[in-house]
């Protein structure tokens, strides 16, 4: 079995009355990208401060990297590195000037520090930035400058606390690559964040938090599972049909319908039960029966149909369904 680097059990943390983490219990295996979902106030950053030993948990025990966060909190901040939600680089500094600070403070000499900012600044594509302030920075570059302060003494651990919030595209894909690049050098990744699809790119396991506890925990594979076989996806030519639509499809499917976002666009859950016991190819002959069956009603009730397509829920879906609510990135809520 993978030896692991975070072990907890029953982590508790209160401020006054408020119980921010309520019992979580975790095991995230060494050298793996371990994911952590939850919606804004779920508790996600709180059981990582008490992780890094930045917090002190009022109930439960935690390990890292076989060190108790309380008791050999000095050894633990020696293995671990930690990207918060938010840049901690000075922004009056240049990028060099902020790496060479960083590695003086870690101990390395002046001609070390030097080639370790350049190394770091080069693989993560700041070097023509190098001699600029950071205030001057995009936002893709501060994160990634961030990261790089991170790596300067190449940790066993990682903690990156959301580090792609209000990213673009681009910058959320370098910030992804850096991460794959960090655990094939065997390095382990605590991962948390709001992005749904984030996690299903970069994380083995998943614990999804909602209110201070973790209500599931697995492969991507074993949380899509566990709130059905599949899904129907459905675009209307009439957005005064939906409500029609969905109640024929919750009628034929025996499936949850999900109204998105979208004014026209329905999703329905088959439901596992059904299909439990079925091997996977007579499960994805079944579904297809029985989305036949349901387009088939909707014809006949002249519910035009633009398209559909079938496929395995999404994390969005299973966010939903083990949540009641949709995952809500940061930003926008």
Known sequence: MTEAAIEVRGLVKRFGENVAVDGIDLTVPAGTVYGVLGPNGAG????????????????????????????????????????????????????????????????????????????????????????????????????????????????????????????????????????????????????????????????????????????????????????????????LRDPARREDAARLLAETLGADVQRDADPVALTARLRQDATANAADAAVTELAAHQTGVALGELARAGIIVDSFSMGQPSLDEVFLALTNHPAIPEEVA
């Open 44 to 235: 996600k950053t709180t059981t990582v401060k008490m992780l890094a030993t930045l917090l002190k948990p009022d109930e439960g025990d935690a390990r890292v990297l076989g060190r108790d966060v309380v008791s050999e909190a000095d050894e633990v901040r020696s293995l671990v590195s930690m990207t918060g939600q938010y840049a901690s680089v000075d922004e009056d500094l240049t990028g060099t000037e902020n790496l060479v600070l960083l590695a003086r403070l870690l101990g390395y000499s002046k001609k070390a520090a030097a080639a370790r900012s350049d190394l770091f600044l080069e693989t993560l594509g700041l070097t023509a930035a190098a001699h600029r302030q950071v205030k001057n920075y995009s936002g893709g570059m501060r994160r990634r400058l961030d990261i790089a302060a991170s790596l300067l003494s190449v940790p066993k651990l990682l903690f990156l606390d959301e580090p792609t919030t209000g990213l673009d595209p681009r910058s959320r894909n370098q910030v992804w690559e850096i991460v794959r690049a960090i655990v094939d050098q065997g390095t382990t990744v605590l991962l948390t964040t709001q992005y749904l699809d984030e996690a299903d790119q970069l994380a083995s396991r998943i614990a999804v938090i909602d209110e201070g506890r973790v209500i599931a925990e697995g492969t991507k594979g074993d949380l899509k599972s566990s709130i059905g076989s599949g899904s129907v996806h459905v675009r």
